[in-house]
């Protein structure tokens, strides 16, 4: 069967619900990763705290605790790279064997050949593909974290110990903006799987994760909390009868704070 041919299996519907995925999905990751916007995604307000982490770990001794925050962060990205590689292992079966989903499809009133659901599953493993990517690009970025971190001296008056921490504060945040864009891929690859049901289903789940997304960005209450903006229980200040809360200039001092990381939901 000629490409012609496959593209007219699916019908205006379909094109649009794949416009809306993809429009959405890139619309979506350009303003969370806009830097210098008046309203700051939260994966643009933690690059504050990450550089604000490394400037203590210049006089932290000893840097174990340094260490294990950065190991955690290379095993999440560790795990969700192995994760998805089993997604894409399961989702090949599925293309191999996609006679039985046709008809398992034709049940519940779907018409259509088995080749119309391996290009839905196909574009699945993409997707999956590319947050495999991501993942595993940001844990090579830890990693190189993890080296220009252990190449700043224990003395914070040497010369290179404020530029060493900074390239590693660097570092970190291009790894954490990879693995927040792997994160979105696994979103939008559940929102392609509704595609095995039809167009409007895909709206519909398309509709629904990018509004996770945004939300979780924009919206949430880590985000509050990261501005200053988040009251605790009872309405008392942040850190109040303990002197000034140092958190309530977060907004000016970064809006910013110019160039990643954030999944936080309230």
Known sequence: MALIDHIRLFSAGDAAAL??????WWVVGRAIERIGADRPSVTVLMMRERRDWMRQMLTRQPRIFDATILGGLRQSTSFYASTTVIAIGGVLALIGNAETLSGVATEFGEMAPPVVYRIKLALVALLLTEGFLKFVWANRLFGYCAVVMAAVPNDPGHPEAVARAGRAAELNIRAAWNFNRG????????????????????????????????????????????????????????????????????????????????????
């Open 183 to 266: 994160l979105r891929a696994l979103y939008v690859a559940l929102a392609a799987v509704a595609w095995l049901a039809g167009w409007v289903a895909l709206m519909l789940a398309a509709a629904a994760v990018l509004w996770t997304i945004w939300a979780r960005e924009f919206r949430s209450l880590p985000r509050a909390i990261l501005i200053g903006g988040h009251r605790p229980e009872g309405g008392a200040e942040p850190g109040a009868g303990a002197g000034p809360a140092t958190v309530d200039a977060a907004p000016d001092r970064d809006r910013g704070a110019r160039g990643a990381d954030g999944d936080g939901t309230g």
């Open 19 to 24: 416009l809306l995925l993809f429009g959405g």
